[in-house]
């Protein structure tokens, strides 16, 4: 593998960014007392957006 082949694969941010979603997974886990839903987990991950309360 040449050099400039390494250093493209170190800065691919698609990837990066999913290395992000997955650590923010993970602490949201991991301070959670109880099984996140299916709904917190999407707002974790940004899919939907946080519900409203009044």
């Known amino acids: 593998m040449r050099l400039s082949e390494l ?3 170190l800065h691919d941010d698609v990837a990066l ?3 992000e979603l997955y650590a923010e997974l993970l ?3 991991a301070t959670a007392e109880r099984q ?3 709904a917190e987990i999407d ?3 940004g899919v939907c957006p946080e ?3 009044d």
């Open 7 to 9: 250093d493209r694969r």
């Open 17 to 19: 960014g999913e290395i």
């Open 27 to 29: 602490s949201a886990v």
């Open 36 to 38: 996140l839903t299916e």
């Open 43 to 45: 707002i974790v991950l």
């Open 51 to 53: 519900p409203v309360y």
